[in-house]
Structures are given as structure tokens and as C-alpha cells.
């Protein structure tokens, strides 16, 4: 750990700064003052805030006697980096250095509030190493920017949880009063499956009241702010005001720093929050718990693109604290915990799943669409419109439809060729009813669309998005509500249990009061045909949380999806067995050496420059090389990208890690272009 010399610093100032820096050189130096050094550890290792992964390390500045007291480990503070001031962390003060030369003083102590805890600043690390990516990415992550003006606030003082977990909502689980249990005393680390009818938020209400019963750290993340908002109202009520904070950007900077003060100064010892409250600093932390942890809402889109799960794993690993994941479907991930022994089960009989929900299936045929006039105009099987009609009688109806918009993709009537523009081939679209068709990619309206294949003028929408499913159901069950939840437009939090016809797509299904009388699942062959390593499991999450919507079968409620039957996907969802789709998957991917059996790496950029740096990439035994495959354009500017996939043991997986930090050091070192690293990307394709 050594400061910057000065040519170091050059190399990295742009031409005209480095002009101008080489022109001062060139001048008698000035006599400079000397700064008196602290008396005690006079040295400072400060993490400097620069992208750089080949300075991705601490670097020892002098602390000045004016500084001594605040320049603690954990502050922000001003360095002289590169000919210009730069942010950093001071993480740690010594007596003495292994710097040869004169160390730079630090210009100045930013603020004396420790921000940086030592065991969050140990994750940033850990995290950057298992990503490859650079620790400066990391803590954009992990400590939010600083409010001066918050910052000068006080936090209210500690309030004890007197509230002790009485456990009646976990009952039904075999293992889940045992679990309650050994959060008060222990560290247990569990996979719980939750029931459909079960409300989720109360069963991690009862893990955090009998972790924080004990007076230690909780810290629970979510995939979404609707998630966060329900689990909010929850630990509001079971614990009281005050007593647990959420860390969330969509709170606005004020507040999520005031939160976060109130965490890392010990205030508050019970955190909720979305992906980034992964790292709160959060005291005596006993539990880390995470909801649905399957949602693609949980991995960071950001470098070095960590998972909020594994982020939660690696400190429960580090801490020996507990952990638990939470969710109505299985991810791979959490299957593979099971397998190895690392966590254990919780999930209830199956018979208690037979009263609790039923799941049919019914085909999507041409057949059902000419036999039935009033399902015809709905596009619905028969069976679909007929349970409509039955269900909405008794309460609200939720029907899943995959995709947002209108008419997504069109074709000729006549003979099913896909409608495309003339101007850049792209797909055709319907926005509304009564906007002509035009294309998803150029925007270019086609009113006058002729089939090149039969000269057919007719347009079909083989998919429809949400908007023309409500339109069409409207039509087709005259006199009911029917209305939309889109993601990312019009999302409903909550329905009443009135009559309606709720058409949502996947994610942003609404809560209803007392359950669903039924839930209608649409498509399934979209979910199911995406061209993804996850695709099963990802369309069984999707069904799964919105059949958990529905109503307990003794109260009538009934879940049907229009797909085919041989599909595996759709077996497990009418067995309602997410754990046997999850073994299925595991089995799979340990065949075909694919995470989370094996780690999995891919390496995307300009195919010159990986032609060049792979065969510096040094690889540890076993590696697998895939590629390259093209990666499509975002834009019509983009430069032509490929992308190579690297494959190697688990146990090698921090090999691998390590290897593709040191490819990005030296290419970082010669000033050649940054090259996209992922390490067990959300989607493989």
C-alpha cells in the first residue's frame, strides 16, 4: 500500500492537464512548509474514490496534527490524487508505512461521521473480489451520498422491541416454531416456501421480532417498493414507531440518509430495504433475510452487478449469523443451499397445500375459439371465460397477462405472416384501438399494411399485451370493472373484495382483501418461451406469486392457466411442488455445468479487444472458453460486440474472480477500453 508517485499521477491526467502539470514541474520548485503529522498513527489508508481497477487499493497518506482527531477510520475525506482532489474513506490509521518517498498530506476531513463500518468496508472487498469489479463501484453501492444538513441532526436514541413473536402464524409449518426458536439463541439458516394465503410480510414480522426480541441486528431485503411498503406497515404495527428504518433511493436523498445515520450510529438495529440495503451497517447483526429472492429487481444493474442474495449470504457467512430466504416459488440458488447442507427446509405438508389451493389447465386451442362466440371475442378458451363469468360473481378475478401494451406483435390474417415494416423490417405494432399499426422499432405508422406472401390486408395479434386483453375481456363479460396494473405505468397497490376483473401483468399484481375468487394465468407459452438459462424457473416464480393471491379452496377460490400440458414448468404449478421444479433444475444444471453447480463468467466487448486479452486471461484449471456469440446492438451506433462465456468448477470459482480482476488491472494499467465482466449474470441467454 503505497501513495501515487508523481509520473503515476501524470499518466493519468488528460493532454492538456498533463501540459499544464508538466509546464509547473518545469519551474523552480516552490519551498513548501512542512505539515506537522499527527503524534499518533500518523499514517492514513484511504480508499481513493477512482475507477481505476489497476488503483483499486488503499493508499497511505500522512494525517496532519490539525486532523488527528478526525481523520478516524470510517470518515470521508478530500486526497490529492492524479493533480486534483478526489473523495475517499480513510479505513484505517497506522504508525508507519512501507512508502519509501514523502507522503501527501490529506487535504481535509470531509465530515467526522464514520460512514464506513471496518466489517462493511471488509464486504466491499470481499464483494468486489467475488464480482471482479473494483471496490470504488462497491461503495457507491454501500454508503449513500452525504446531506450536510441531515448530517448535523441527531439520531434518537435506541428503543428497546419488548414484543416477543408468539409464533401462531408459523404454526402450520413443520420446523417453524423450532425456527422462531433458534433465532432467539442461535444463528440457523433456513429456505422457508410459503403457502399460498399465507401473508408473507407477517411471517417475516414474526423472524424479526424474535431476532430483535433478543436485542440483536436485523436486516431484510425486498424486491420492490410495493414489497417494501407492505413489509413496512407490518413491523409498524408488530413492533411499534421508531423502531426499524427503510433504506430505499425512492425515498429522496434527505431521508435515506437520515435512515442510514440512524443505522450506522446504532439507533436503529432493525433495516428493510430494496437491493442497495444489502450493505446497511447494521449492529450486532443476528438475522439477514431476503423475500422472493428469485426477482431479477434483486441483482444490481450497476458494476460490478452483485446479487442482493449472495451479498446477504457472504455476511451471513462472515458473521455466523442466520439467514433466511423467503418466497412462494424456488429459485435454483436457494435449492442448491438446501442441497449442500448449508440451510434447512421449512415448508408445510402437503396436504395443508391441497386445501389451500388447486391448480387447472386448459389448452389454447382454435377449437374453444370457434365453438364459443363470447369467448371468441375475448380470445379465452371456453373453460377461461366461463370461470370469468362464474368467479367475478363472488369477488375480484385477477387475470395474468405476460406482456404490457396493446397489441404487441401482429401478422396477416390470412396465412399468419409476420407483419413487418418496410422501412427497417422491424415488427409491427398496435398502441391503442384506434391508432394505426406502426413499428415497435422505427415508430414509421404502416396504415395501408399489405402481406407480401398472399396480398392479404387483414392484421391478427397472435400476442396482446394487457391493454387488449382488458379491452377484449370487457367486451366479452359486459357490466363488470375491469381494470389495469401495468409495471412501471399504472400499478395498484390494493383492491376491495367488489366484483372486478383485475388484468395485470407479472410483477405487479395487486393485493386483494380477503383473496382473489380465482386467477386466470394467460399465455404461459410467452414466460415459458423466453431464450434463457431460467426461463422454467423464472415463469414458475411469475405464476406462483400471483396463484398465492387467490382464495383457500374451501372458500372457493380456483387458479387455471391456458398453456400445454406437457410443458414442466406447468406440471409443477398445477402440483403446486416448487421445490420438485427446483431439484429438476438443479439436476440440469449440475449435467450441463452451469451456475449455480459452476460458476460462470462472461466477458463482452469489442471483438479485437477480446481477441488480445483473453490469451493474457490467466485461467485456472478446468476453464471452459464458449464463444464468441455477437451481442445485438442497443442502438444503431453501438459498435459491433461480441461475448465469450468462461466456465469453470465451484470450487475454482475464486480463481476465476481473481484472474478477471487482474485482465482488468493490466488493460486499465495500458489505458486500453474497460470490458464488461459479469460473474454468474442474472441471464445467460
Given amino acids: 500500500m503505497t501513495a501515487p508517485d508523481e509520473e503515476e499521477q501524470l499518466e493519468l491526467l488528460p493532454p492538456p492537464a498533463r501540459a499544464r502539470a508538466e509546464a509547473r514541474k518545469a519551474k523552480p520548485p516552490k519551498v513548501r512548509k512542512p505539515v506537522e503529522r499527527a503524534a499518533v498513527d500518523p499514517v492514513a489508508r484511504v480508499l481513493v474514490d477512482v475507477p481505476l481497477a489497476h488503483l483499486d487499493r488503499p493508499f497511505d497518506y500522512a494525517v496532519p496534527a490539525t486532523m488527528a482527531v478526525g481523520a478516524q477510520p470510517g470518515v470521508r475525506v478530500k486526497v490529492r490524487f492524479a493533480g486534483q482532489d478526489v473523495d475517499g474513506f480513510v479505513i484505517e490509521r497506522a504508525a508507519t508505512t512501507e512508502h519509501t518517498g514523502r507522503l501527501q498530506p490529506i487535504r481535509r476531513v470531509v465530515s467526522p461521521e464514520p460512514v464506513l463500518t471496518a466489517d462493511v468496508a471488509a464486504l466491499t472487498g470481499a464483494v468486489a473480489a467475488r464480482y471482479a469489479g473494483t471496490r470504488s463501484d462497491v461503495l457507491r453501492l454501500a454508503?449513500?451520498?452525504?446531506?450536510?444538513?441531515?448530517?448535523k441532526e441527531s439520531s434518537d436514541p435506541a428503543q428497546s422491541i419488548e414484543t416477543v413473536a408468539d409464533g401462531d402464524a408459523v404454526a402450520h409449518y413443520p420446523g417453524g416454531t423450532a425456527l422462531l426458536d433458534d433465532l432467539r439463541t442461535g444463528s440457523p439458516r433456513a429456505v422457508w416456501t410459503v403457502l399460498p394465503g399465507d401473508d408473507w410480510t407477517e411471517l417475516l414480522a414474526e423472524a424479526v421480532v424474535a431476532t430483535a426480541g433478543a436485542g440483536r441486528g436485523v436486516l431484510v431485503t425486498v424486491p420492490d417498493h410495493r414489497d417494501l411498503d407492505r413489509l413496512d406497515a407490518t413491523l409498524t404495527r408488530r413492533l411499534g414507531e421508531g423502531r426499524h428504518v427503510v433504506l430505499t433511493a425512492e425515498t429522496g436523498p434527505a431521508k435515506r440518509y437520515r435512515a442510514f445515520l440512524a443505522v450506522s450510529r446504532g439507533a436503529v438495529r432493525v433495516v428493510i430495504g430494496t437491493r442497495a440495503a444489502a450493505f446497511a451497517p447494521v449492529r450486532d447483526l443476528g438475522l439477514v433475510a431476503i423475500w422472493d429472492d428469485g426477482d431479477d429487481l434483486h441483482d444490481e444493474p450497476r458494476a460490478p452487478y452483485p446479487h442482493a442474495r449472495e451479498v446477504l449470504l457472504m455476511r451471513a457467512q462472515e458473521t455466523g449469523c442466520a439467514a433466511l430466504l423467503a418466497s412462494h416459488a424456488r429459485s435454483a440458488e436457494a435449492e442448491y443451499l438446501l442441497r449442500t447442507g448449508w440451510a434447512t427446509e421449512v415448508a408445510a405438508p402437503r396436504e395443508l397445500v391441497r386445501e389451500r389451493i388447486s391448480v387447472g389447465l386448459t389448452g389454447d386451442s382454435e377449437r374453444d375459439l370457434r365453438s364459443d362466440p363470447a369467448a371468441r371475442s375475448a380470445r379465452l378458451p371456453s373453460e377461461?371465460?366461463?370461470?370469468?363469468?362464474?368467479?367475478?360473481?363472488?369477488?375480484?378475478?385477477?387475470?395474468?397477462?405476460?406482456?404490457?401494451?396493446?397489441?404487441?406483435?401482429?401478422?396477416?390474417?390470412?396465412?399468419?405472416?409476420?407483419?413487418?415494416?418496410?422501412?427497417?423490417?422491424?415488427?409491427?405494432?398496435?398502441?391503442?384501438?384506434?391508432?394505426?399499426?406502426?413499428?415497435?422499432?422505427?415508430?414509421?405508422p404502416a396504415p395501408g399494411w399489405t402481406c407480401p406472401e398472399c396480398g392479404g390486408r387483414g392484421l391478427r395479434a397472435p400476442v396482446l399485451g394487457d391493454a387488449r386483453t382488458a379491452e377484449e375481456i370487457g367486451r366479452a363479460i359486459p357490466g363488470v370493472n375491469v381494470r389495469q396494473s401495468s409495471s412501471g405505468e399504472r400499478v395498484i397497490a390494493e383492491v376491495d373484495d367488489k366484483p372486478a376483473i383485475i388484468v395485470a401483468t407479472p410483477g405487479a399484481e395487486p393485493v386483494a382483501r380477503g383473496g382473489y375468487a380465482a386467477v386466470l394465468l394467460l399465455d404461459t407459452w410467452l414466460l415459458l418461451g423466453r431464450a434463457d438459462l431460467r426461463a422454467t424457473e423464472e415463469a414458475m416464480r411469475r405464476w406462483a406469486n400471483a396463484a398465492a393471491l387467490v382464495r383457500p379452496v374451501a372458500d372457493g377460490g380456483r387458479v387455471l392457466a391456458v398453456g400445454e400440458a406437457a410443458q414442466p414448468g406447468l406440471q409443477a404449478l398445477i402440483r403446486w411442488d416448487p421445490a420438485g421444479l427446483a431439484r429438476r433444475e438443479i439436476d440440469e444444471r449440475v449435467s450441463a455445468h452451469l451456475p449455480p453447480a459452476s460458476r460462470v463468467a462472461t466477458v463482452t466487448g469489442e471483438p479485437d479487444d477480446l481477441e488480445a486479452a483473453l490469451p493474457t486471461l490467466e485461467l485456472p484449471p478446468g476453464a471452459e472458453v464458449l464463444g464468441p456469440v455477437p451481442v445485438e446492438a442497443r442502438d444503431a451506433r453501438d459498435e459491433e460486440q461480441v461475448r465469450y462465456v468462461v466456465r469453470v468448477p465451484r470450487a475454482a470459482g475464486t480463481a476465476l474472480s481473481a484472474a478477471l480482476q487482474r485482465l482488468q488491472a493490466q488493460r486499465s494499467a495500458r489505458k486500453l477500453s474497460h470490458l464488461r465482466v459479469e460473474v454468474d449474470p442474472a441471464e445467460l441467454g
Avoid at 454508503?143 to 448530517?151: D, L, S
Avoid at 371465460?385 to 397489441?407: C, E, F, I, K, T
Wanted: aromatic fraction near 2%; proline fraction near 13%; include cysteine.
Fill in 143 to 151: 454508503v449513500p451520498p452525504r446531506h450536510a444538513t441531515t448530517e
Fill in 384 to 444: 377461461a371465460h366461463q370461470l370469468l363469468r362464474d368467479a367475478v360473481q363472488h369477488g375480484p378475478v385477477l387475470v395474468q397477462a405476460p406482456r404490457v401494451g396493446y397489441a404487441t406483435r401482429l401478422a396477416c390474417d390470412h396465412c399468419r405472416t409476420p407483419a413487418v415494416c418496410t422501412a427497417c423490417h422491424g415488427p409491427l405494432r398496435l398502441r391503442g384501438p384506434a391508432r394505426p399499426p406502426e413499428c415497435a422499432w422505427c415508430a414509421t
